[in-house]
Protein backbone atom coordinates (compact mmCIF):
# COMPACT_ATOMS: atom_id res chain seq x y z
CA UNK A 1 0.00 0.00 0.00
CA UNK A 2 1.38 3.71 -0.70
CA UNK A 3 1.58 5.54 2.01
CA UNK A 4 3.79 7.93 4.24
CA UNK A 5 4.20 7.10 7.95
CA UNK A 6 5.06 9.18 10.50
CA UNK A 7 6.47 8.45 13.49
CA UNK A 8 5.47 9.04 16.66
CA UNK A 9 1.84 10.00 16.05
CA UNK A 10 1.76 11.84 19.73
CA UNK A 11 4.45 13.24 21.81
CA UNK A 12 4.38 15.14 25.05
CA UNK A 13 7.68 16.51 25.76
CA UNK A 14 9.27 19.51 27.74
CA UNK A 15 11.13 22.68 26.24
CA UNK A 16 14.79 22.09 25.20
CA UNK A 17 14.58 18.21 24.76
CA UNK A 18 15.91 17.31 21.55
CA UNK A 19 13.05 14.98 19.39
CA UNK A 20 13.17 13.76 15.77
CA UNK A 21 9.78 13.09 14.13
CA UNK A 22 10.79 10.26 11.30
CA UNK A 23 8.95 10.25 7.89
CA UNK A 24 9.01 7.82 5.57
CA UNK A 25 7.68 6.95 2.14
CA UNK A 26 7.20 4.13 -0.09
CA UNK A 27 6.33 4.97 -3.03
CA UNK A 28 10.16 6.36 -4.54
CA UNK A 29 8.92 9.85 -4.31
CA UNK A 30 11.14 12.50 -5.49
CA UNK A 31 9.86 15.68 -3.41
CA UNK A 32 9.35 15.31 0.20
CA UNK A 33 7.83 18.85 2.62
CA UNK A 34 6.77 18.99 6.25
CA UNK A 35 3.79 21.38 7.33
CA UNK A 36 2.71 22.25 10.86
CA UNK A 37 -1.26 22.62 10.91
CA UNK A 38 -2.17 25.26 13.37
CA UNK A 39 -5.67 26.46 14.07
CA UNK A 40 -6.95 29.80 11.90
CA UNK A 41 -3.32 29.18 9.85
CA UNK A 42 -3.91 26.29 7.72
CA UNK A 43 -0.37 24.27 7.00
CA UNK A 44 2.46 26.17 6.80
CA UNK A 45 5.34 24.59 4.80
CA UNK A 46 8.32 24.50 6.90
CA UNK A 47 11.36 22.74 4.94
CA UNK A 48 11.36 20.62 1.61
CA UNK A 49 13.45 18.54 -0.43
CA UNK A 50 13.40 17.75 -4.31
CA UNK A 51 15.62 15.30 -4.25
CA UNK A 52 18.14 13.50 -1.65
CA UNK A 53 20.80 15.52 -0.51
CA UNK A 54 18.76 18.89 -1.70
CA UNK A 55 16.58 19.97 0.94
CA UNK A 56 15.30 23.82 1.24
CA UNK A 57 13.06 25.80 3.81
CA UNK A 58 9.46 26.80 3.78
CA UNK A 59 7.71 29.68 5.44
CA UNK A 60 8.35 28.60 8.76
CA UNK A 61 11.42 27.10 9.21
CA UNK A 62 13.02 28.29 12.33
CA UNK A 63 13.87 26.04 14.89
CA UNK A 64 14.12 22.97 12.30
CA UNK A 65 16.11 20.95 10.79
CA UNK A 66 15.97 18.32 8.37
CA UNK A 67 18.37 15.68 6.33
CA UNK A 68 17.41 13.68 3.44
CA UNK A 69 20.34 11.04 2.82
CA UNK A 70 17.62 8.59 1.58
CA UNK A 71 15.39 9.28 -0.73
CA UNK A 72 12.78 7.19 1.51
CA UNK A 73 12.99 9.46 4.84
CA UNK A 74 13.06 12.91 5.47
CA UNK A 75 13.34 13.37 9.35
CA UNK A 76 12.44 16.54 11.18
CA UNK A 77 14.03 17.55 13.90
CA UNK A 78 14.15 20.08 16.86
CA UNK A 79 16.69 20.66 18.26
CA UNK A 80 15.83 22.81 21.26
CA UNK A 81 11.78 22.60 21.40
CA UNK A 82 9.76 25.82 22.34
CA UNK A 83 6.39 26.15 23.86
CA UNK A 84 5.36 27.92 20.04
CA UNK A 85 6.38 24.62 18.49
CA UNK A 86 3.41 22.56 19.92
CA UNK A 87 1.19 22.26 16.61
CA UNK A 88 0.47 19.42 14.71
CA UNK A 89 2.82 18.25 12.16
CA UNK A 90 2.24 16.64 8.23
CA UNK A 91 5.12 14.91 6.22
CA UNK A 92 3.93 14.67 2.69
CA UNK A 93 5.67 13.40 -0.47
CA UNK A 94 4.77 13.56 -4.48
CA UNK A 95 6.78 11.97 -7.38
CA UNK A 96 7.73 16.10 -8.65
CA UNK A 97 7.28 18.97 -6.52
CA UNK A 98 4.48 20.38 -8.76
CA UNK A 99 1.90 17.72 -8.17
CA UNK A 100 0.17 16.82 -5.72
CA UNK A 101 1.15 15.75 -2.41
CA UNK A 102 0.55 12.40 -0.84
CA UNK A 103 0.63 13.30 3.15
CA UNK A 104 1.10 11.28 6.49
CA UNK A 105 -1.24 10.88 8.93
CA UNK A 106 -0.13 13.55 11.33
CA UNK A 107 2.16 13.77 14.36
CA UNK A 108 0.89 15.96 16.84
CA UNK A 109 3.26 17.63 19.33
CA UNK A 110 2.92 19.12 22.77
CA UNK A 111 6.27 21.15 24.44
CA UNK A 112 5.02 21.98 27.87
CA UNK B 1 -0.27 38.09 4.92
CA UNK B 2 -2.11 35.00 4.25
CA UNK B 3 -1.69 34.76 0.32
CA UNK B 4 -4.64 31.95 0.31
CA UNK B 5 -7.61 33.05 2.43
CA UNK B 6 -10.83 30.94 2.93
CA UNK B 7 -12.83 33.65 4.51
CA UNK B 8 -15.45 31.10 5.62
CA UNK B 9 -14.53 28.91 8.68
CA UNK B 10 -17.68 26.68 8.43
CA UNK B 11 -20.57 25.85 5.89
CA UNK B 12 -23.33 23.76 6.77
CA UNK B 13 -25.49 22.23 3.88
CA UNK B 14 -28.48 19.89 3.24
CA UNK B 15 -27.71 16.25 1.71
CA UNK B 16 -28.38 16.37 -1.85
CA UNK B 17 -27.74 20.00 -1.85
CA UNK B 18 -24.83 21.74 -3.66
CA UNK B 19 -21.87 22.76 -1.47
CA UNK B 20 -19.61 25.88 -2.52
CA UNK B 21 -16.39 26.76 -1.08
CA UNK B 22 -14.71 29.53 -1.67
CA UNK B 23 -11.02 30.50 -2.16
CA UNK B 24 -9.19 33.93 -2.85
CA UNK B 25 -5.81 34.25 -3.33
CA UNK B 26 -3.03 37.64 -3.46
CA UNK B 27 -0.22 36.13 -5.21
CA UNK B 28 -0.98 36.71 -9.21
CA UNK B 29 2.53 34.39 -9.51
CA UNK B 30 -0.03 31.84 -8.83
CA UNK B 31 -1.02 29.26 -11.41
CA UNK B 32 -1.55 25.83 -9.95
CA UNK B 33 -4.29 25.43 -7.70
CA UNK B 34 -5.43 22.39 -5.64
CA UNK B 35 -8.16 20.92 -2.99
CA UNK B 36 -7.34 18.73 -0.71
CA UNK B 37 -9.90 17.19 1.77
CA UNK B 38 -9.12 16.04 5.81
CA UNK B 39 -11.05 14.12 7.92
CA UNK B 40 -9.98 14.15 11.72
CA UNK B 41 -6.81 12.25 12.88
CA UNK B 42 -5.73 11.83 9.14
CA UNK B 43 -3.81 13.48 6.69
CA UNK B 44 -4.95 15.91 4.10
CA UNK B 45 -5.90 14.17 0.47
CA UNK B 46 -5.93 15.40 -3.20
CA UNK B 47 -9.38 16.13 -4.21
CA UNK B 48 -9.20 18.07 -7.25
CA UNK B 49 -6.60 20.73 -9.47
CA UNK B 50 -6.89 23.35 -11.89
CA UNK B 51 -3.86 25.01 -13.62
CA UNK B 52 -4.60 28.81 -14.68
CA UNK B 53 -5.24 27.88 -19.00
CA UNK B 54 -8.45 26.27 -17.81
CA UNK B 55 -11.27 28.40 -15.93
CA UNK B 56 -13.09 24.89 -14.99
CA UNK B 57 -12.02 21.33 -13.85
CA UNK B 58 -14.71 18.44 -13.09
CA UNK B 59 -14.08 14.87 -11.33
CA UNK B 60 -17.33 12.83 -10.88
CA UNK B 61 -19.18 15.30 -8.18
CA UNK B 62 -16.85 17.70 -7.70
CA UNK B 63 -15.85 20.76 -9.84
CA UNK B 64 -13.46 23.41 -9.39
CA UNK B 65 -13.94 26.80 -11.26
CA UNK B 66 -11.17 29.91 -11.37
CA UNK B 67 -11.91 33.21 -12.36
CA UNK B 68 -7.85 34.40 -12.82
CA UNK B 69 -9.00 38.08 -12.83
CA UNK B 70 -10.50 38.05 -9.37
CA UNK B 71 -7.97 35.86 -7.92
CA UNK B 72 -10.98 33.58 -7.07
CA UNK B 73 -11.44 29.72 -6.82
CA UNK B 74 -14.09 27.95 -5.71
CA UNK B 75 -15.08 24.16 -5.54
CA UNK B 76 -18.78 22.66 -5.70
CA UNK B 77 -20.03 19.47 -4.47
CA UNK B 78 -22.97 18.13 -5.92
CA UNK B 79 -24.82 16.24 -5.13
CA UNK B 80 -23.36 17.01 -1.05
CA UNK B 81 -23.29 13.66 0.80
CA UNK B 82 -22.70 13.35 4.30
CA UNK B 83 -19.09 11.41 3.85
CA UNK B 84 -17.90 14.89 2.53
CA UNK B 85 -18.14 16.10 5.66
CA UNK B 86 -14.63 17.08 6.77
CA UNK B 87 -11.92 19.94 6.49
CA UNK B 88 -11.34 21.44 3.01
CA UNK B 89 -8.11 23.27 1.92
CA UNK B 90 -7.56 25.18 -0.89
CA UNK B 91 -4.05 25.55 -1.43
CA UNK B 92 -2.08 27.57 -4.53
CA UNK B 93 1.54 27.20 -5.58
CA UNK B 94 3.65 28.31 -8.68
CA UNK B 95 3.29 25.14 -11.66
CA UNK B 96 7.20 25.14 -11.61
CA UNK B 97 7.83 26.20 -8.27
CA UNK B 98 8.38 24.10 -4.78
CA UNK B 99 6.23 25.19 -2.34
CA UNK B 100 2.48 24.70 -1.83
CA UNK B 101 0.58 27.86 0.16
CA UNK B 102 -2.65 26.29 2.14
CA UNK B 103 -5.43 28.51 2.72
CA UNK B 104 -6.53 28.00 6.55
CA UNK B 105 -9.41 25.37 5.77
CA UNK B 106 -13.36 25.18 5.53
CA UNK B 107 -15.22 22.47 7.71
CA UNK B 108 -18.64 21.46 5.61
CA UNK B 109 -20.90 20.31 7.29
CA UNK B 110 -23.45 17.53 5.51
CA UNK B 111 -26.49 17.16 7.21
CA UNK B 112 -28.75 14.15 6.55
Known amino acids: EAQVTQNPRYLITVTGKKLTVTCSQN?????MSWYRQDPGLGLRQIYY???????DKGDVPEGYKVSRKEKRNFPLILESPSPNQTSLYFC???????????FGDGTRLSIL | DQQVKQNSPSLSVQEGRISILNCDYT??????FLWYKKYPAEGPTFLIS?????DKNEDGRFTVFLNKSAKHLSLHIVPSQPGDSAVYFC???????????FGAGTILRVKS
Open chain 1, 92 to 102: ASSPQGNQPQH
Open chain 1, 27 to 31: MNHEY
Open chain 1, 49 to 55: SMNVEVT
Open chain 2, 27 to 32: NSMFDY
Open chain 2, 50 to 54: ISSIK
Open chain 2, 91 to 101: AASVYFGNKLV
